[in-house]
C-alpha cells in the first residue's frame, strides 16, 4: 500500500542492527543475529507499518569508526533477505549514496528487488559525506552534489518500463542496452534524503519525496515552505511525500533512563505530540524506539502500532 501524500500520516523506521552508528544504536544490537532482523521485519509488517528503511555505506575509515562503527548492512542485499519474509511492508535504502556506483548498475540492484518484492520499493537517494569512501571506490566526492542529480536522472530513465532504456548526461550515457526483470512498479519513487540547502533544492526539483535528516521540529515548517516554493518555482507539480524524523520514542513509562530527549508516556499524549508533525504538512514520520532488547524493541513497536497509532488520523489534512 503506497505512502500517499493526500493518505492520513504515516509511519516507517529505520531498521536497527544492519546500522550502528554510536549516535543511535542500543547496545543489545551488537550481539543481534539475523533472525533478529527478521523477527523485527515481521513485527513491522504484522503491525503496519509504512516501510522499513537500510542505510548504505561500502567501508568506514578509520578515523570515524568510531562514531560510525563499521557496521553497515548492504541495503540491498538486507532488504532483499526481508522481502522474502514480508508481505506488505514497503522496503526503503535510506539513503543510498548512488554515487558510489554507476547508474546502471544501481538500477539493476534496485529494480530486481522491486521485481522480486512485488513492487515495494522505495529509492531514497542521498549525496554521501565520507571522502575516503569515495576515493576507494574510484567515484568523485567534492563534484557528489553534481553526480547525484545526474544520477537521479538517469536512474529514473533506467528504472522506468523500457527493456532498453536511454539516457545522455554530462556524465553518464546510455542505450541500446536491455535490462530485465524491470521493476513491479510503473514508476518507482525516488525520495531525497538531507536537509542542507541543496538537498532541499534536489528533493522540490527531483523528488518524489523528502527525507531530512536531522531538523528539530520548529525548523520543518520553514523547510517544508522552502521546498513547496522550490518546487513551485521549477514548475513540477506532481505532489511530494513530506517526511520527519521523529525523537526518540517510549510507549508506555519506562523503568529505566530512556533519555532526556526521549518521548515517553501514555499513547494518548504521545499521538497528540506526533500529530504537530501532520499539522505542519508531513506525510510520514520516521519512528525509532529506545530498547534494552529486541523482545522489548518488537513489544514498543506493537504497542505503537495497535495503542498510538490509530490516533495519529485525528487531524484535518
Partial sequence: MPILPAGPLSYGMQLPIQSQSAIYAEPWEAGATPADLAEI??????????????????????????????????????????????????LMSHVAVVGLRHPLATAKQYA????????????????????????????????????LDESIDALKAALGPEEYPEFAGERFSFSGLGQLPRPAQERVPVWVGG????????????????????????????????????????GVTEPIVIGAITEPLYVGEPGWSVGRRTLSGKPEALAESLREYGAMGVHQIQVRFRSRSRSELTDQMAAFAAEVAPHLDNLDR
Avoid: N
Wanted: aromatic residues 8%; hydrophobic residues 45%.
Fill in 41 to 90: 521485519a515481521r513485527t513491522a509488517d504484522r503491525a503496519g507499518f509504512g516501510y522499513l528503511a537500510s542505510c548504505d555505506h561500502v567501508a568506514i575509515p578509520r578515523r570515524l569508526a568510531g562514531a560510525m562503527s563499521t557496521v553497515w548492512y548492504d541495503p540491498v542485499a538486507t532488504l532483499a533477505f526481508l522481502a522474502g519474509i514480508t508481505e506488505r511492508v514497503l
Fill in 112 to 147: 530486481t528487488l522491486d521485481h522480486l518484492s512485488g513492487g515495494r520499493l522505495i529509492l531514497g537517494v542521498g549525496a554521501g559525506h565520507v571522502r575516503e569512501e569515495f576515493e576507494a571506490l574510484g567515484a568523485d566526492f567534492d563534484g557528489r552534489g553534481g553526480v
Fill in 195 to 234: 536537509s542542507s540547502p541543496a538537498a532541499v533544492r534536489r528533493a522540490a526539483v527531483r523528488g518524489d519525496g523528502w527525507l531530512p535528516q536531522g531538523d528539530p521540529r520548529e525548523k520543518l515548517p520553514a523547510q517544508i515552505g522552502r521546498l513547496y516554493a522550490l518546487r513551485e518555482a521549477a
